[in-house]
C-alpha cells in the first residue's frame, strides 16, 4: 500500500470529512479531518495503519504534565494551581502512564517520560519538552511516533467550562483529540 496524500486523491473519492469505526466491544474511533488538506478518512479507517507493521517505538511525552482534571471524591487531590497538579497519580503523567501500559499490550515499544516541563516555568514547557523529545529520538532512532499528551480545557464565550463527553455503554467518557503534524505549517513531516 501507499501512503494517502493529498495529491493522488480525487475530490470525488472523498465521501466525508469524518468517518467512525468500532473497533472492538468498548472502543470506537472517530477521525475528522478539520484542515484544508484532502484527506480520505474512509480509507484510513480500512486497514490497520502501516506503522503497527514496523518495528517502530513511541515516545510519551507532556509538555504540561501538570495537568489535571476535577477533583471529585472517588479521584481526590490537592491542586498545585486551576486544574493543575504536580501529584503524577491525578495529572496527565498518568494518563501517560495508561497509553504506555496499552501500547506495550499490543506488542508495541514505548518510552515514557514523566519530567514536569511546566513547572516552575509554564512559558519555558515547549523548549524543555522539545529538547527531550530530540534527545529520546537521537538515542533510540527506531522512534518513529511522538505523542505529546495534554489535557486542554475549553472555555465558552460566557466564561464556562465546556466538557466534550462520548457515551460508551451508557457511561460518559472524555473525548480524545490527536493533532497531527502536517508540512502544512512549515516544518517536514517525512511520514
Known sequence: EQPISSSSIKKEEIKSNSVSKTLGENIS??????TSSAINTTALMQNS???LKEDIEILIIHTHASESYTPSEKY???P???????????????VGKKIKSILEENGIKAHHDTSINDYPSYNESY???CAIAEKYIKDNPKIKIVLDVHRDAIV?????NVKYISSIDGKDAASLMMVVGSNLGG???DK
Not at 474511533?29 to 478539520?34: F, R, Y
Not at 465558552?156 to 464556562?160: F, K, M, P, Q, V
Open 127 to 129: 523548549n524543555k519538552s
Open 49 to 51: 495503519p502501516e506503522f
Open 156 to 160: 465558552d464565550a460566557s466564561g464556562n
Open 29 to 34: 474511533v472517530k477521525v475528522s479531518n478539520l
Open 80 to 94: 498545585t494551581d486551576t486544574y493543575r497538579t504536580l501529584d503524577t497519580n491525578f495529572n496527565t503523567i498518568a
Open 76 to 78: 481526590n487531590y490537592t
Open 187 to 189: 516544518l517536514s513531516h
